[in-house]
């Protein structure tokens, strides 16, 4: 219960301390049932802001907030920061503008500021506050500039105050940890019909006579400068997505099933960022594994009920008799079944894996969800099949079909689905009318580091990337490049049996791009566009010191999204892979086999790149070059001149390793749109 005063006094401070007002445009994306929307509704009609309702779903769906807020022009928003991470991992948010974002309902990490500042433009804060005190009730400006970590929750809004106090209510000092306690006329009167809960929890302030503080339950301390920094949990009440959950009423709905004799649920975060609930418990004779979470789901809200459930002979304890948490295992979410046969099934397998951090392929029979997916993975799934094939299933296909083979069908249906391996992919559909461009890999063989570039150009053109057949490290390596490129050549004339044939690739990729031109000549075949992005004819490398192999494996690393020079110390494949396999990448999640066939490949380079002699091209190559890198060499387009007819040069400030950077990619995809016609 909260008196209407202490939702004015909220919504007057934020819209006089944040200046917002008729040029502003406030996105409603929040579901009413979450206490965020009452700003969200309410703001713009004391503001005079125009209010922007999104449709249903768009709360989790990345893709369509960022075209709501470039429709729109939306200048302020909300996001709980679990999303906000899925909506900065999200394409369609690359460069956009936004007044203000507010952040509220979880923790806000230092990397999710850093990560948002170095894609978005505009102000981010950090908000605090339960539901017990009229939605936020702390600020913090996550500048660019702030290096705080933690991010503390901030200062107190206007009459409002936050106490940080010990066991018997006395303040602590500033940088020790306390119990925290809210104060001010923004205090709910209360729980509706519970007054033992409002007594444990509504206390009198023994500083202000009168007036009474609310015990959030969290834990925090103050800086010098007065900012409170949120330490954690002192209940058993969590928060995951934003949403509180009260462990103790799931374990009571647990034990109404009469399948436990004892259990206790957990929110666990085994990998960063990534909370889940977990039950731990001793069953009654009819338990059978997987028959509670129905159950459950018929009485709890499904963000409560748990993705695993562990039985154990007896609940661990420690010398004391306590419940010992500490000593109770990780739940492993693991399947088996027929392995993946379809190009669509051995996608999402891979992508299973990758997403839910399985240690292989996910198996045909796989659900999403009984691996440990939830809402916001499943987000995450969206995004990369989308990233992969180019089609976007929508959230609500993997919701319906979980189960791996299922999914494949309804990717299928759409068309047949590759799983990203073959020698050919397509990675963006454009008109049918105009020529596709061939993207040619760089040293490791794969081509899906060109996906950012190829949804630049579409939907003006459709983009495939040439893949090296070696990726299946049961297929020989190629006797030399000249041989590379002819499969190539051949490959890419029977796709494109009519018409121009455009080519494009970044390093050993555009010298490939450079002999696939003159076999295509040599085939009768017209070539358009042959860009080389940052390579340079094998004369410059033939007599250059043989690379460290260690070197040459670092390479990977940026295939991956990683600065291979900021990481010179793995200097052993095995140090490579491992850190591969550790992060969140792609690359990490490849099965052992690929992987091996992609370390194969790029310690081959090479010896293709030194034992090739160029052929003339008789026609133009575009060469464009990294103005900020090769500093002492002379590595200049115009090292091209015996081996093309003409030369067309830009250059762009960008490093080698940058080239095909989403910053990078917005100068060049204009200037290659532009040369295709």
């Given at each position: 219960?909260?008196?209407h005063?202490?939702?004015v006094?909220?919504?007057?401070?934020?819209?006089d301390h944040?200046?917002?007002?008729?040029?502003?445009?406030?996105?409603?994306?929040?579901?009413?049932?979450?206490?965020?929307?009452?700003?969200?509704?309410?703001?713009?009609c004391?503001s005079?802001a125009?209010?922007?309702?999104?449709p249903?779903g768009?709360h989790?769906?990345?893709s369509e907030i960022?075209r709501?807020?470039?429709?729109?022009?939306?200048?302020t928003?909300?996001?709980?920061?679990?999303?906000?991470s899925?909506?900065?991992?999200?394409?369609?948010?690359?460069g956009?503008?936004?007044?203000?974002?507010?952040c509220s309902?979880?923790?806000?990490?230092a990397d999710q500021?850093?990560?948002?500042?170095?894609?978005?433009?505009?102000?981010?804060?950090?908000?605090?506050g339960?539901?017990?005190a009229?939605?936020?009730?702390?600020?913090?400006?996550?500048?660019?500039?702030d290096?705080?970590?933690?991010l503390?929750?901030g200062?107190?809004?206007?009459?409002t105050?936050?106490?940080?106090?010990?066991?018997?209510l006395?303040p602590?000092?500033?940088?020790?940890?306390?119990?925290?306690y809210?104060?001010?006329?923004?205090?709910?009167?209360?729980y509706l019909g519970?007054?033992?809960?409002?007594?444990?929890r509504?206390?009198?302030?023994?500083?202000?006579?009168?007036q009474?503080?609310?015990?959030?339950g969290?834990v925090?301390?103050?800086?010098?400068?007065g900012?409170?920094v949120?330490l954690?949990r002192?209940?058993?009440?969590v928060?995951?997505?934003?949403?509180?959950?009260?462990?103790g009423e799931?374990?009571?709905?647990?034990?109404a099933?009469?399948l436990?004799?004892?259990?206790?649920?957990l929110?666990?975060?085994?990998?960063?960022?990534?909370?889940?609930?977990?039950?731990y418990l001793?069953?009654?004779?009819?338990?059978?594994?997987?028959?509670?979470?129905p159950?459950?789901?018929?009485?709890?809200?499904?963000?409560m009920?748990?993705?695993?459930?562990?039985?154990l002979?007896?609940?661990?304890?420690?010398?004391?008799?306590?419940?010992?948490?500490?000593?109770?295992p990780?739940?492993?979410?693991?399947?088996?079944?027929?392995?993946?046969e379809?190009?669509?099934e051995?996608?999402l397998?891979?992508?299973?894996?990758?997403?839910?951090?399985?240690?292989?392929p996910?198996?045909a029979?796989a659900d999403?969800?009984?691996?440990?997916?939830?809402?916001?993975?499943?987000?995450?799934l969206?995004?990369?099949?989308?990233e992969?094939?180019?089609?976007?299933?929508?959230?609500g296909a993997i919701?319906?079909n979980p189960?791996?083979?299922?999914?494949?069908?309804?990717?299928?249906?759409?068309?047949?689905?590759?799983?990203g391996l073959?020698?050919?992919?397509?990675l963006?559909?454009g008109?049918?009318d105009?020529?596709?461009?061939?993207l040619?890999?760089?040293?490791?063989?794969?081509?899906?580091?060109?996906?950012?570039?190829a949804?630049?150009?579409?939907?003006?053109v459709?983009?495939?990337?040439?893949q090296?057949?070696g990726?299946d490290?049961?297929?020989?390596?190629?006797?030399?490049?000249a041989?590379?490129?002819a499969?190539?050549?051949?490959l890419?004339?029977?796709?494109?049996?009519?018409g121009?044939i455009?080519?494009a690739?970044?390093?050993?990729?555009?010298i490939?791009?450079q002999?696939?031109?003159?076999?295509l000549?040599?085939?009768?075949r017209?070539?358009?566009?042959?860009?080389?992005?940052?390579?340079?004819?094998?004369?410059?490398?033939?007599?250059?010191p043989e690379p460290?192999?260690?070197?040459?494996?670092r390479?990977?690393?940026a295939?991956?999204?990683?600065?291979?020079?900021a990481?010179?110390?793995?200097?052993s494949r095995?140090k490579?892979?491992?850190?591969?396999?550790?992060?969140?990448?792609?690359?990490?999640?490849?099965?052992?086999?690929?992987?091996d066939?992609?370390?194969?490949l790029?310690?081959?380079?090479?010896?293709?790149?030194?034992?090739?002699q160029?052929r003339?091209?008789?026609?133009?190559?575009?060469?464009?070059?990294?103005?900020?890198d090769h500093?002492g060499?002379d590595l200049t387009?115009?090292l091209?001149a015996?081996?093309?007819?003409?030369?067309?040069?830009?250059?762009?400030p960008?490093?080698?390793s940058e080239?095909i950077?989403?910053?990078?990619?917005?100068?060049?995809?204009?200037?290659?749109?532009?040369?295709?016609?």
């Open positions: 219960m909260i008196e005063r202490a939702i006094n909220r919504l007057l401070w934020m819209r944040y200046g917002i007002g008729p040029g502003d445009r406030i996105l409603q994306k929040t579901p009413a049932t979450f206490d965020v929307s009452v700003w969200e509704f309410i703001l713009p004391i005079g125009e209010l922007v309702m999104a249903p768009a989790r769906d990345p960022a709501l807020i470039r429709a729109h022009q939306i200048t928003l909300h996001f709980v920061p679990s999303m906000l899925a909506f900065l991992a999200a394409p369609a948010s690359e956009l503008t936004i007044r203000r974002t507010f309902g979880e923790e806000l990490t500021r850093s990560r948002f500042h170095r894609r978005i433009q505009g102000e981010l804060h950090n908000l605090y339960p539901t017990e009229a939605v936020d009730v702390t600020f913090w400006p996550a500048t660019p500039e290096r705080s970590n933690p503390p929750i200062w107190p809004v206007w009459n105050w936050l106490p940080v106090l010990d066991e018997h006395r602590v000092p500033a940088g020790m940890p306390g119990n925290l809210l104060g001010g006329v923004q205090l709910a009167r209360g519970r007054p033992d809960l409002t007594a444990d509504f206390i009198p302030d023994p500083r202000h006579p009168g009474r503080l609310y015990a959030t969290d925090a301390k103050t800086r010098p400068d900012a409170v949120y954690g002192s209940d058993h009440q928060k995951i997505r934003g949403l509180r959950i009260e462990l799931i374990e009571a709905a647990i034990m099933t009469g436990a004799r004892e259990c206790v649920v929110a666990r975060e085994d990998r960063a960022g990534e909370k889940r609930l977990v039950t001793v069953a009654e004779a009819g338990y059978v594994p997987g028959r509670l979470a159950l459950l789901a018929g009485g709890l809200p499904s963000y009920v748990p993705a695993a459930e562990i039985t002979a007896a609940l661990p304890v420690t010398s004391n008799g306590k419940l010992d948490r500490k000593a109770l990780a739940p492993e979410f693991t399947a088996s079944g027929r392995a993946a379809t190009g669509a051995r996608l397998a891979r992508l299973y894996a990758e997403i839910l951090h399985l240690d292989a996910a198996p029979e999403f969800f009984a691996l440990g997916g939830d809402s916001l993975s499943a987000v995450r969206v995004l990369r099949i989308a992969e094939t180019g089609r976007d299933p929508g959230l919701f319906e189960v791996l083979d299922m999914l494949a069908a309804r990717l299928d249906a759409a068309g047949p689905t590759e799983d073959g020698p050919l992919i397509r963006a559909q008109a049918s105009r020529a596709p461009l061939f040619i890999h760089p040293a490791g063989g794969l081509g899906w580091g060109y996906r950012a570039l949804r630049a150009l579409a939907p003006g459709t983009v495939y990337a040439v090296h057949p990726l490290p049961s297929v020989a390596l190629p006797e030399n490049l041989a590379l490129a499969g190539y050549a051949t890419v004339a029977k796709t494109q049996p009519e121009p455009h080519l690739g970044w390093s050993v990729g555009g490939i791009a002999e696939m031109a003159v076999g000549a040599a085939m009768g017209e070539t358009g566009l042959v860009a080389l992005m940052d390579s340079y004819p094998t004369d410059v490398w033939r007599n250059e460290d192999p260690a070197a040459a494996l390479a990977l690393l295939i991956a999204g990683h600065d291979p020079e990481h010179r110390d793995l200097d095995d490579v892979v491992a850190f591969l396999r550790q992060g969140d990448s792609a690359m990490g999640a490849l099965p052992d086999q690929v992987l066939g992609v370390v194969r790029v310690t081959d380079t090479n010896r293709l790149v030194r034992s090739h160029h003339r091209y008789d026609g133009t190559i575009t060469h464009i070059r990294a103005g900020n500093a060499r387009p115009s091209w015996p081996y093309a007819a003409a030369t067309d040069r830009l250059e762009i960008f490093l080698h080239m950077s989403p910053a990078a990619i917005a100068l060049i995809a204009p200037e290659l749109a532009k040369r295709m016609g």
